[in-house]
């Protein structure tokens, strides 16, 4: 299952995914379209960690998930 992020701040959001290297190189993180994370979430093929700078807060949603937690914290259109 993919792993994407989320990060919210006071000046907005972005998505982000680590992708991970062969032998001693380092990961790599990117930023993500929104699309392409709805897409494979819908799919039930990835999660989403959400972090909230603003209080240190860390919150794991996945398809299963809390449909108002959803929502919330990656939008309406998040559900089907």
């Given amino acids: 299952m993919e792993r ?4 919210i701040n ?3 959001s972005y998505f982000t995914k680590e992708y991970k290297k062969k032998k001693s190189h380092k990961n790599k ?16 093929k ?21 449909k108002e937690d959803i ?3 990656l939008g309406k259109s998040f559900i089907e």
């Fill in 4 to 7: 994407y992020t989320k990060v």
């Fill in 10 to 12: 006071l000046l907005g």
């Fill in 29 to 44: 993180i990117r930023e993500i379209k929104e699309d392409t994370v709805r897409k494979f979430f819908l799919q039930g």
């Fill in 46 to 66: 990835a999660e989403v960690l959400v972090i909230l700078e603003e209080n240190d807060k860390e919150l794991l949603l996945d398809f299963c998930s809390d």
């Fill in 71 to 73: 929502r919330k914290y």
